[in-house]
């Protein structure tokens, strides 16, 4: 099965592959952010560490590629690894402001 046909069956008929897939990323990547904030607030057992933790899972996740990950895996991986890092940053960049 080629590429086009896995796009072809992942996505719309009215929306290309790429735009399904840049929707699902943003998609993911709102989401998984929101939720992180979220947990951030009202979880005062959610520590810096957990992210870190998560996001390690995330890379090794991605890098299971024989497993066969097709495009949508890739673009939800890459969402999710990018809405941890983020936190991460945004978190560190705060206690490093409180010292």
Request: charged share 30%.
């Amino acid at each position: 099965m080629g590429r086009e046909v896995e796009c072809a069956e992942e996505a719309v008929a009215t929306v290309s592959c790429d735009d399904f897939l840049a929707v699902k990323y943003e998609e993911v990547y709102a989401a998984l952010y929101a939720h992180l904030q979220e947990q951030r607030k009202s979880d005062p057992g959610f520590m810096v560490d957990d992210v870190r933790g998560f996001l390690k899972d995330a890379y090794v996740r991605m890098g299971n590629e024989g497993i066969g990950n097709g495009p949508l895996f890739e673009a939800t991986q890459s969402a999710t690894i990018a809405a941890y890092e983020v936190v991460l940053a945004e978190w560190l960049d705060e206690l490093a402001g409180e010292d």
